[in-house]
């Protein structure tokens, strides 16, 4: 399962009020006239809204941009073995197109996390899924390997603001009782668009398209990365139809605009009319300025007259934006490096940064791999026996350095030999993935998080040293599938660990910290693992599991409880 389950599905949600509540006591819409004197809370006003047209519609639009986010990050390892002769690649080169995006993810999300707290979600998606839609376009537009890079990084820098603020925004949007579903209906999502880009391979990379528009060529390779950019051309057009989340516009004061939101929702899922909302005013969740000395805790004052919510239409925002956001994220982050957090949230950050560096770092280089079993079982004719996984990193290491000899001499000839079957393996990997996600939950509830994340990390560090007694494609194929299985749910309990472990206002920052040194070892991974491919067979898989093997080592002291994930 990809990177995009691990970066966007946390088991247990944050409680936006605070207080401790069961999944019964879900407060039902309240039926009664509204009572003018009254505030809702923003929780109280989004169950009121209830569930309807409005978040099936949210879900439907939802599905493109978890295509775009998984397209964003995967794209390149699909289109290694097609482009390498057009843009004459080196391992090396390989390595870094694969890493690349996850520079750009790294360097913007301080960026994007200060832009979504002050300018909104839904500004952010919109803006983001249509920057990543150029970037996309301006790769398959390139002639060479460096401008290719180039469009990587950014579009790796735009879309790491979509890619976190997704999952915010919709949960935002739903109500307690609805909020578990919709991860796990979202966590569906993201599985699917990693099925559908083989898919996508297998009927586009095959081809012997030689397009010339202008001085441009465009080759299936290019074509393939241009389709990619349709999911987020489409989320860019959809998100506009939809509110800002009232959450955030409460958070700044705008209970007005809140309001609205909150009746447009009401009015989809319920066909009445707006002004039939239980609801006329809202409470004042703005976060009141903490004192430096005080502990770092969210204050929130509920207002229960309309005189606070409706005195002031001047939009803080304007006024305090650039000093209460930066001031505000300063006294986030001060916790996390003094006692008792700063040791628990360097554990995790190292976990994590094992996790998907193993993790991605296998995954992203899947179809290379299987790209030269294929190739190589055309040449020996598939004799049985002869595709260890040794012999194949042997044949892909040689036929690279015959390619670039090949591009060099004018009198060579540099082919490239890509048919159906050469993804046929990445749809059983990824089908794989698909049925882990689906297991995950259960599995989780049933034996515990760290239960889950030390078994699954061990099954896959013995999956990746097990590599190299693979004698057969059907082998290679089905330790490959086992790896991103246990990898995948490991993963995401690393992140649901993390989760459990840290207090409600210190988690977002905590997840978003986890998350980019979680992308700096799959950048690291990525680029490792070329270069350790020169070697030998054994250095690449033992460095992918080593550092599973360390993360199975921090998952098991972890001071988490099994049962702690179900608080």
Request: proline residues 6%; contains cysteine; aromatic residues 10%.
């Amino acid at each position: 399962m990809s990177q995009q389950l691990a970066e966007n599905l946390p088991k247990q949600l944050p409680r936006r009020d605070g207080k401790e509540q069961s999944e019964e006591e879900a407060p039902a819409p309240v039926p009664a006239p509204p009572t003018p004197g009254i505030a809702a809370d923003f929780e109280t006003a989004i169950d009121a809204a209830g569930f309807g047209m409005f978040n099936i519609l949210l879900l439907v639009a939802a599905v493109p941009a978890a295509m775009g986010t998984v397209y964003e990050t995967s794209t390149m390892s699909y289109i290694l073995p097609s482009a390498e002769c057009d843009l004459k690649l080196s391992l090396l080169d390989k390595g870094i197109l694969n890493a690349i995006t996850y520079a750009g993810m790294i360097s913007s999300a301080v960026f994007w996390g200060y832009f979504a707290d002050t300018k909104g979600r839904r500004k952010l998606l919109i803006f983001g899924y249509a920057a990543d839609t150029i970037c996309v376009l301006g790769g398959a537009f390139s002639q060479s390997v460096v401008q290719l890079m180039v469009f990587k990084y950014f579009g790796g820098f735009c879309m790491s603001g979509p890619f976190a603020v997704l999952m915010t925004y919709l949960t935002e949007l739903h109500g307690r009782q609805h909020r578990q579903r919709i991860m796990m209906i979202v966590g569906i999502m993201f599985s699917i668009a990693t099925l559908t880009l083989p898919g996508l391979a297998m009927i586009i990379l095959p081809q012997n398209w030689n397009i010339n528009i202008w001085s441009f060529k465009m080759t299936a390779w290019q074509m393939f990365v241009g389709v990619t950019a349709l999911p987020s051309l489409l989320s860019s057009m959809l998100f506009p139809l939809f509110p800002e989340s009232p959450k955030f516009l409460m958070s700044r004061g705008r209970n007005q605009e809140a309001l609205e939101a909150f009746q447009f929702m009401y009015a989809l899922n319920t066909r009445k009319p707006k002004d039939s909302f239980p609801f006329k005013v809202l409470a004042n969740e703005v976060p009141e300025q903490v004192n430096k000395n005080k502990t770092h805790t969210e204050v929130k004052l509920p207002i229960e007259s309309s005189e606070a919510v409706t005195a002031a239409p001047v939009d803080p925002e304007l006024a305090t934006v650039a000093k209460s956001g930066l001031s505000a994220g300063l006294s986030q982050l001060r916790p996390l490096f003094t006692k008792p957090y700063l040791g628990l949230s360097l554990w995790v950050y190292l976990l994590n940064f094992c996790v998907l560096l193993g993790q991605n770092t296998m995954r992203l280089w899947l179809p290379q791999l299987f790209a030269s079993i294929n190739e190589y079982e055309l040449q020996v004719g598939g004799q049985s026996g002869q595709t260890s996984i040794c012999r194949i990193l042997e044949f892909s290491v040689n036929r690279t350095q015959s390619q670039l000899m090949a591009v060099k001499d004018p009198n060579a000839e540099c082919t490239v030999n890509v048919t159906a079957a050469t993804y046929t393996n990445n749809l059983i990997v990824a089908a794989a993935g698909l049925v882990a996600y689906m297991l995950a939950g259960f599995l989780v509830n049933l034996v515990g998080v760290k239960r889950i994340m030390t078994v699954g990390l061990f099954c896959a560090a013995c999956c990746s040293i097990g590599m190299y007694w693979s004698s057969s494609a059907a082998s290679t194929v089905a330790i490959a599938s086992l790896f991103v299985t246990m990898g995948s749910i490991s993963a995401t309990s690393v992140i649901s660990a993390s989760v459990s472990l840290f207090p409600t206002s210190l988690r977002t920052m905590i997840v978003s910290l986890e998350m980019m040194f979680g992308r700096l070892g799959s950048l690291l991974g990525n680029i490792f693992f070329p270069a350790l491919m020169n070697l030998g067979c054994v250095p690449p898989f033992f460095m992918i599991s080593f550092f599973m093997l360390a993360g199975c080592l921090m998952a098991a002291f972890l001071p988490l409880k099994n049962k702690a994930a179900l608080k």
